[in-house]
């Protein structure tokens, strides 16, 4: 690899942990509204989108799931 490439490669991961950080900023704040939100609060149309919302949060890994959390509260 020579010195362009990896400068390129440097860019792109760069581009890439702050793509990550606002994504898990999204993330986090999602999970809180989801935990701070009553089905009697909600319409049964955002109840359903909530309960996919739900379902997708729960797939992460706790560890991901943590990160978003803490990004949020930053």
Avoid: F, P, W, Y
Wanted: net charge negative; charged share 30%; with cysteine.
């Amino acid at each position: 690899m020579n010195k362009q490439e990896a400068e390129l490669l440097g860019d792109e991961i760069e581009m890439l942990m702050q793509e990550r950080a606002m994504l898990l900023k999204v993330v986090g704040a999602a999970a809180v509204l989801i935990s701070h939100s009553t089905v009697q609060d909600l319409s049964d149309e955002v109840v359903e989108c909530a309960e996919k919302l739900s379902k997708a949060l729960n797939a992460l890994r706790e560890e991901t799931l943590k990160d978003a959390l803490e990004a949020v509260q930053t």
